[in-house]
């Protein structure tokens, strides 16, 4: 069975994602009124490896900006408008707050959420424009990706010491020198990552040699 990416769970997942939730929740009586419309992107996106004796721990934080438009009674005034937008502003911080604390991949939960909101323009909607606001939401959403096992230098001393011909799959991630048919260094190098196929060469039974592997380094504090 295929592992969803934590990423897809965390946003997308239909019974626990942050969007599915919020598309959910902009469905009930308490937003209903705003007829309102969901997009988002991500500002920043930053991955933390923390080093222990035998396991890379990879924590990542996205950097999230919440999208929406609500459309507002075209027979209120703009102070009241304004007022209805900012009700909104707060029943949604309130929903994204709960679901950062229920929410189980999350190393912590969402403590701070910065909200813009427009001035009173036209939405496009169903085709026309009605009065509505455009709103941003930007908040941080930190998890725990997982572990993956450190390289020892034994391994790599092993690695270090052999050939690989064009195709072959790359054993560990780093730079690999290109070596003549005779076993001279040509001084070119290329980066392959683990798990992937060795590039073609330029030249016949030339291959590949491990020069530099990729190394984790645990943060500085």
Same mark, same amino acid.
């Given at each position: 069975m295929t592992q969803i990416p934590i990423v897809r769970q965390i946003l997308l997942d239909a019974d626990t994602g !942050? *969007?599915? #939730?919020l598309n959910k929740q902009l469905q009930t009586p308490s937003f209903s009124s705003f007829k309102a419309q969901l997009g988002f992107h991500v500002d920043e996106y930053s991955t933390l490896f923390d080093s222990s004796d035998d396991l890379v721990q990879i924590q990542t934080t !996205?950097? *999230?900006t919440l999208k929406l438009s609500i459309i507002i009674d075209s027979q209120l005034q703009e102070q009241e408008a304004t007022l209805h937008a900012l009700e909104f502003l707060e029943l949604l911080d309130a929903k994204i707050i709960k679901w950062g604390q229920e929410h189980k991949k999350l190393l912590k939960p969402i403590s701070f959420i910065q909200g813009t909101l427009s001035q009173l @323009?036209?939405?496009? #909607?169903? =085709? +026309?424009?009605?009065p509505g606001f455009e709103i941003n939401a930007k908040l941080n959403l930190t998890y725990d990706v997982g572990n993956v096992s450190r390289v020892d230098d034994e391994v790599? +001393? &092993?690695q270090a010491s052999a050939f690989y011909n064009p195709g072959d799959r790359t054993p560990i991630s780093g730079q690999y020198e290109l070596i003549n048919p005779d076993g &001279?260094? @040509? =001084?070119?190098?290329v980066t392959s990552t683990a798990g992937h196929p060795f590039p073609p060469t330029k030249q016949a039974d030339q291959s590949y040699k491990l020069v530099d592997p990729t190394k984790h380094k645990k943060p500085h504090s």
């Open positions: !942050l *969007l599915s #939730y !996205l950097s *999230l @323009t036209n939405i496009p #909607y169903h =085709g +026309g424009s009605l790599i +001393g &092993e &001279e260094a @040509t =001084g070119l190098e």
